[in-house]
């Protein structure tokens, strides 16, 4: 469980008060009007309203507040009692670890058939306990009583479709005639994936899927499949609100059958996706097209990368998610915990306004999957499912998760082992975390629920989190990492290296960065070409480190175009600047860069990387110059695994260390861990920051504190391809380091280059070529234009052959000659 395998509708006003912890509630409210009424009639009408109901909750609760104990020191008083979440509403989201839970995992069927009435009887049992004086006994008694009518008033306002606008809506959406029926599969977090792969392939193969029945326990202690049987089984319903998936599926173009409507299980042919080779869907197509019922084992992972298309597929995985939110049990379950956290995490007797989440895997069934995982004979490397887990505090720390906040640490700590427990939860004390376990938070009543239960309580509590942070290998982590980011939350994972399920899930983004400003007017054209090739792949998260006026024209349009700008004024900027001008005429033939005070602060921005705030989350990111365009999506798996230790970068002009750092693939918490160490020889430079050796400026400096690494791993010249060189079909992106495309097209007016021969060689070799594909990202730059129709006549061999011969020009090996190679080190400039 909790791995992955290989093979209104206006929202009420005290909504709008909910934590900013909590997630936002996708949902509509049916509040009535707020328009004047005069007649008695109205106003009674009016006083009937749920408005009313929670306002004066609301001021119950805050005597409720004035008169409970206070707690000493950092340990409140807590309780368990779901009436004090009133403030948690909540509405579809995801969070935190999946196999976490209390030491109990027995069922409890009947705990599930009285639901919230149990509930609601173990709330007024702890009003009733108190030792206090009878008047305040019988003020606390009305106001839990009170609060949790206000619970339930608040589980009516999140909007529920009701049967008859479910059947509205389906009316317009016939069911196709042929059907698809599956299973699901291991934890919760593999259930909910089996789920969007059951739809997937179902609208793939032109088919209506079948609602699955779900598992109580889906625990994995070999890698064999667990599937639903017999007494394991449980109802969709139990675990989702069904009337919400079913209506949010449907008004995305989906429908599903519940398994009441679908045909009899008799009249379906079972097939065994393990049977069908490496294409799922293309086998199930043409074999078994022509049956009017298939019904499939688990899907999960079985469709392979190249069978999923992102452009088309990314919108149902995402509805399909964001459709499956918790049942009313288990909803009030989350609002309960998560009010308990924040009062457990009370400083002063004051309630935490937030709180983090780790999800840690370090159960006896994790540390033998890993084993196992790790020695899979398939010549993947797989060398991050247990890393960081004992020293998780230091990791912590490199994701700036703060002490100050309660940190909720979930796993499943019944199958922990004690010691290893005592060892990791030690040090998290030590280190100052106030930490909180299942076993401080979870209700009574919910330590008896079934095991996939109380995952998804804690994956939805995690989703009220300020941050996340759990194991990549996880599907229950992975999942919750995808699904946060894309509501916008901050998640990351503490074990370094890939996410696995990222190529059987194409939503994961890769982060992308480059540093811009609102003065170098002239090289807009290739920003934008930059963004918009990488839109049109949607394979990355682009983010801009900016500087100067967010407001200038290319400021807005970067934000138009998806792009977070980050403003980051760097620590260091007076003291580069001081090192810089001891030597700034002498270093001005190294780089023009050195020219410009701010441009030189610009480009160093990059060294920053690992302490910009927002990519605090990432462990890596591509970083790029503005003056490139992609040619292919980009995944992190296509970097080859083992992924770098700290930086990895490419050639420049000659195929020689010290490298080009206009491309780097960042590992953020390793030069989050050097940082210090970095910034002291940066700035203990007494050449003006020229870096005899290494080159001038940040690449100078990065050559030369990661020598070692750079040497060891050099980043595939697919990524950092320049159009001086021989065109590459395979390339990932095209870098036009060296001569920009309007100095290209100014050799062809003048017949001048400051680059010697490079503008030659790009010409003789593959710039053309590449400016063919370029040029459709920028159609509106006349500059573009005139070269990209240089180009359409140099691209025929006949015109070539005549321009070669007028200007005498012929192929070279390599862009910079050997006999202008030391002049050229000592004037070129970085790009």
């Known amino acids: 469980m909790g791995r992955m395998r290989v093979g209104g509708s206006r929202a009420s006003r005290e909504a709008r008060a909910t934590t900013r912890t909590s997630f936002r509630d996708r949902s509509d409210s049916t509040s009535p009007s707020r328009c004047s009424q005069t007649t008695l009639r109205a106003i009674v009408n009016r006083a009937r309203t749920y408005r009313v109901h929670l306002l004066v909750s609301a001021i119950l609760l805050g005597l409720l507040y004035l008169t409970w104990p206070r707690p000493s020191g950092l340990r409140p008083i807590r309780t368990s009692d779901p009436a004090v979440a009133l403030g948690n509403k909540w509405g579809g989201g995801v969070g935190a670890g999946e196999g976490s839970g209390s030491s109990s995992t027995s069922a409890s069927t009947s705990l599930r058939r009285k639901g919230l009435a149990e509930h609601k009887a173990a709330a007024a049992a702890a009003a009733v306990s108190s030792t206090a004086p009878s008047f305040t006994t019988k003020v606390r008694q009305e106001i839990h009583h009170l609060a949790e009518q206000s619970l339930q008033a608040i589980l009516r306002t999140r909007f529920s479709p009701s049967r008859d606008d479910l059947a509205r809506l389906l009316q317009s959406l016939p069911p196709k005639q042929q059907t698809l029926r599956f299973k699901v599969c291991n934890g919760f977090a593999n259930q909910r994936l089996s789920v969007v792969y059951g739809v997937l392939l179902a609208l793939r193969l032109g088919r209506t899927p079948v609602l699955p029945v779900l598992m109580r326990d889906g625990i994995q202690r070999t890698d064999a499949t667990v599937t639903a049987h017999g007494a394991n089984k449980v109802p969709f319903e139990e675990v989702y609100d069904l009337n919400y998936f079913l209506f949010k599926l449907a008004g995305a173009g989906i429908r599903l059958l519940e398994p009441h409507e679908a045909p009899r299980p008799s009249a379906y042919t079972e097939v065994s996706l393990g049977s069908l080779g490496s294409n799922v869907s293309g086998s199930l197509a043409t074999t078994y097209g022509h049956l009017q019922h298939l019904s499939i084992d688990c899907p999960l992972f079985k469709m392979t990368p190249a069978e999923i298309n992102q452009t088309t597929d990314e919108p149902v995985i995402w509805a399909v998610l964001d459709a499956m939110r918790p049942a009313a049990l288990p909803f009030s379950y989350v609002s309960s915990m998560q009010q308990a956290i924040r009062h457990l995490g009370a400083v002063n007797g004051k309630a935490a306004t937030k709180y983090n989440f780790l999800h840690l895997r370090m159960e006896n069934d994790w540390v033998e999957h890993c084993k196992r995982w790790s020695n899979i004979p398939d010549g993947v490397v797989r060398d991050n499912c247990y890393n960081n887990t004992e020293t998780i505090d230091v990791q912590l720390r490199l994701f700036a998760f703060g002490t100050d906040v309660p940190l909720y640490v979930a796993s499943y700590w019944s199958d922990v082992d004690p010691e290893r427990a005592k060892n990791v939860m030690g040090r998290l004390v030590d280190a100052g975390y106030r930490v909180i376990t299942s076993n401080d938070v979870f209700p009574e009543a919910m330590k008896a629920e079934d095991r996939e239960i109380r995952a998804l309580v804690e994956y939805y509590v995690g989703f009220g989190a300020n941050r996340f942070i759990g194991n990549s290998v996880s599907t229950f982590a992975a999942l919750a990492l995808l699904e946060r980011r894309h509501q916008k939350l901050w998640a990351a994972y503490y074990n370094g290296g890939n996410l696995p399920v990222a190529p059987y899930l194409p939503v ?21 070409a930059a963004v918009r090739s990488a839109a049109h792949f949607n394979t990355l998260q682009p983010y801009c480190i900016f500087d100067g006026n967010t407001s200038s024209p290319i400021g807005r349009w970067l934000v138009d175009n998806n792009v977070t700008l980050i403003r980051h004024v760097p620590s260091w900027r007076e003291e580069l600047l001081k090192k810089a001008q001891s030597r700034m005429k002498d270093n001005v033939q190294h780089s023009h860069l050195y020219k410009n005070p701010d441009m030189l602060v610009s480009t160093f921005q990059r060294v920053d990387l690992p302490v910009v705030p927002i990519l605090d989350q990432y462990t890596y990111v591509l970083y790029t110059d503005a003056d490139v365009y992609f ?16 930086v990895s970068m490419s050639y420049e002009f000659y195929k ?34 020229y ?29 950092n391809t320049k159009p001086y060189n021989d065109f590459d079909p395979n390339s990932f992106l095209i870098h036009f380091h060296g001569p920009k495309p309007h100095e290209y097209l100014s050799y062809l007016d003048t017949g001048k280059c400051d680059f010697y021969s490079v503008c030659e060689q790009g010409f003789l070799k593959s710039l053309c070529q590449y400016v063919m594909e370029w040029q459709v990202y920028i159609p509106e730059e006349s500059a573009v234009l005139r070269l990209g129709d240089s180009c359409s006549w140099l691209t025929n061999p006949t015109v070539m052959s005549v321009f070669q011969k007028r200007t005498g020009l012929l192929a070279q090996t390599q862009a910079v000659p050997n006999d202008k190679r030391a002049e050229f080190t000592q004037k070129q400039r970085l790009a």
């Open 508 to 528: 994961h983004k890769l982060p992308w960065v480059f540093t811009y400003n609102s003065w170098s007017a002239k090289y807009d054209y290739m920003l934008k």
């Open 656 to 689: 020689m260390f010290p490298y080009n750092a206009g491309i780097i693939m960042a590992n953020l918490p390793t030069m989050r861990r050097n940082y210090k160490a970095f910034l002291a020889m940066m700035l203990d430079n007494d050449d003006g920051l």
């Open 691 to 719: 870096y005899p050796n290494y080159g001038p400026a940040d690449q100078g400096i990065i050559n030369k504190f990661y020598e070692h690494d750079l040497r060891n791993q050099m980043l595939n010249q697919a990524f």
């Open 631 to 646: 040619r292919r999506p980009i995944h992190l798996d296509d970097f080859g695994l083992p992924l770098p230790r700290s």
